[in-house]
Each structure stands twice: as C-alpha cells, then as structure tokens.
C-alpha cells in the first residue's frame, strides 16, 4: 500500500499521472472516497497521460465517458448503479473485455464485479484540504 498527502487539487492530479504512467492494459482503477474527495481530479490526472487533451469531468448522470488514448481510458460513476441489471447497462462487461484502461468511481458499489489485479484508490480527508491517497491491490 502506497500513501500520498495532497494539498491542492493539482497535487491529487499528479497522483493519477503517476499511477497511468505504471498502468499497463487492460487495467481496472477502483476509486472510492465521499462526495468532492478529488476522484473526477485524479482521473484528469490518469488522462493526462493516457489522453492527452481529453476534457474529464465527472460521468455522474452519463454514468460512462470515454477519453480515447492508446489503449482508451473509460470513466465509470457507479454512484447510482444499485443492481446487476444497472452495471451491464453502461457497457462495463463489453469495457472490461476491450483492453481499455478503466477508472471507476464509487467502486465499492460494483465491488463483486472487479476483477483481479484491479488497482485500488482510496482518497480520504484530512481536514484544511488535505487529502490522503491510498494506492494498493486491496480495497482499504
């Protein structure tokens, strides 16, 4: 398990570049942590590396947004997928199964349906914004 403290929504950035840069695909990144924690912040990072020029933004309401890149990043909110028939809805399985790099936010709500070697990040809060980033292949 790596730790990282980030003060600045650039530091967390930096934190997903890092991590795309180690990635190899197919990849799954399991995000997890509250509302406003930074994930959409780290995923920007992870583009940044994987598709340079991709405008990311949360897929709240999308639930899926694809960056492109050589291999694709795929972003995945899963904060409202509350069943089986919900996930093969966004194309997650057709997803898993194209090589791509797959970042997911609100992981634990598909949790049954990571697979292995799946990367996971916890941000957590610190107070005075801070946060505390746990990278590792367990969830935290």
């Known amino acids: 398990m790596r730790t990282y403290i980030t003060g600045s929504e650039q530091e967390t950035q930096a934190c997903g570049a890092m991590l795309a840069g180690e990635l190899s695909a197919p990849a799954v990144v399991a995000l997890s942590g509250g509302l406003g924690m930074g994930k959409t912040a780290f995923v920007r990072g992870m583009a940044s590396v994987l598709a340079p020029g991709a405008h990311v933004s949360s897929p709240t309401y999308a639930l899926v947004h694809e960056y492109g890149g050589e291999p694709p990043l795929v972003h995945f909110d899963m904060y409202r997928i509350t069943g089986w028939a919900d996930l093969e809805s966004t194309g997650y399985y057709d997803y898993l199964a194209s090589g791509a790099v ?15 070697g799946t990367v996971y990040v916890t941000i957590e809060d610190l107070g005075g914004g801070k946060r505390r980033i746990l990278i590792g292949e367990a969830p935290v």
Do not use: Y
């Not at 797959?102 to 292995?116: G, K, M, Q, R």
């Open 102 to 116: 797959l970042a997911v936010e609100w992981s634990e709500n598909i949790a049954a349906a990571l697979p292995e």
